[in-house]
């Protein structure tokens, strides 16, 4: 059973494998066993009544078509939960869009988005004010007419959170947003950069949810030209 590229020999192998079998180690391990089964199945408990929640839930727009399954390669696939296929399925039902398709997104990003701000966008007069909510836009602190502080704010809210997973997470990618955030990286650093694409992904699918529109990555063009117009000059 040794693969080919291991580099120890079956002999250093076989000793690493000899224990002790002491019977107090034997007992932790039986434990340690018996939780993980523990926890393993009520996960899926979690999993199964997420499921049965989603289909109680009625969408706000005509459901979908079939067949609209997600073409956008997701390299955290293999560790997706096994519900995670229908629960997107639910999410596109409820959403009326696939949020999937916009790149740093995956299943639990869409999810907690949803959750967090669900899918009225009439509540915010603006995409801008989304952002605002999110804590993905500056926060400016005028006294006599002059800027004192032009820093976002501080907010401990799990879709502002998801938005700046998702910019993180296309930092190397070669889709738009990933170009966006590599040329603000240079003139901003890391964290400028991150907020950055965090709003510019929470403005593209504000549109996505208010218009029912599908995710086009060539919209992302004016706001990667609005972030770069307000870089600072070197």
């Known amino acids: 059973m040794r693969g080919p590229g291991c580099k120890h020999s ?18 932790v ?14 996960i899926e408990s979690c999993d199964e009544e997420i ?17 609209a399954a997600s073409k956008k390669k997701n390299s955290h696939s293999k560790n997706a939960p096994a519900s995670a296929k229908e629960i997107r399925q639910h999410l596109v039902r409820i959403a009326g869009v696939d949020l999937t398709l916009v790149d740093g997104f995956g299943v639990s990003t869409a999810q907690t988005v949803l959750l967090e701000a669900g899918t009225d966008m009439g509540k915010f ?4 004010h989304y952002c605002a909510w999110l804590g993905l836009a500056p926060k400016h602190e005028i006294s006599g ?14 879709a502002g959170q998801a938005f700046r997973m998702a910019a993180q997470s296309v930092k190397r990618a070669q889709c738009p947003f990933g170009a966006l955030y590599r040329r603000l990286k240079v003139r901003l650093g ?10 510019a992904i929470a403005r593209v699918l504000t549109t996505m949810l208010k ?15 609005q972030a770069i117009a307000l870089m600072p000059s070197s």
């Open 29 to 42: 391990l039986k434990q340690s066993l018996e939780l993980f089964d523990f926890f393993t199945e009520e």
């Open 51 to 67: 499921v049965r929640r989603y289909g109680l839930t009625r969408p706000e727009w005509p459901t979908p078509k079939d067949g």
């Open 190 to 199: 890391i964290e400028q950069a991150t907020v950055a694409t965090a709003h």
């Open 125 to 128: 007069p603006t995409d801008k």
């Open 10 to 27: 079956e002999e250093e192998i076989g000793r690493a494998l000899t224990g002790t079998w002491r019977e107090g180690h034997l007992f």
């Open 211 to 225: 218009y029912n529109v599908d995710y086009d990555p060539a919209s992302v063009n004016e706001y990667q030209l």
């Open 145 to 158: 007419g002059q800027v004192l502080k032009n820093a976002t704010l501080k907010t401990k809210n799990h």
